[in-house]
């Protein structure tokens, strides 16, 4: 017996797709964490923006890599890693050069002496628009993680 073809709720996200915005993600970390400022900054469009937990803005690369220089001195002696992981992806419908991302991320922080700290965990969402065959980060927004209250009414389904 046939089932009848179901409408998917979210744009289908095809592997190419998938690997893709992997490998801009990776690339952008690793030059995050190997202090290549200019080059992370180069990840966003000219005009890009970020939304930092706490509500601080930075506009424009130019004045995201002042922000970036200004907090160098605290990763004197340490190793920046970013992890990032159940990535959501969701193309634009409307318009195939837009994707929408939204994914979890960790922090760590590696002394000399190998001693690994985590930092809070945050969600990001992000817009990459793809420039001259390019994906580029047109804005992010950050989070840091929080409890959620639980629904109304899920300690009495969660007890039977």
Known sequence: MSRP???PRHPV????????VRTFYARQMRR???????GFADTFVEDGEVVHAGGRRQ???????AGMRAALPRYRDIAVRHWFDHLLIEPDPADPDVIRTSYYTLVTQTDRSGKVC??????VADVLVRRDGR?????????QDSPVEPAVGSEERSAA
């Open 5 to 7: 073809a179901s409408t």
């Open 135 to 143: 994906l580029l980060t047109l804005s992010r927004v950050i989070e």
């Open 118 to 123: 985590f930092q809070p965990t945050f969600t």
């Open 13 to 20: 996200v095809t592997g190419d797709l998938y690997a893709e």
């Open 59 to 65: 506009r424009g690369r130019a004045e995201m890599i």
């Open 32 to 38: 995050v964490d190997s202090l290549d400022i200019e």
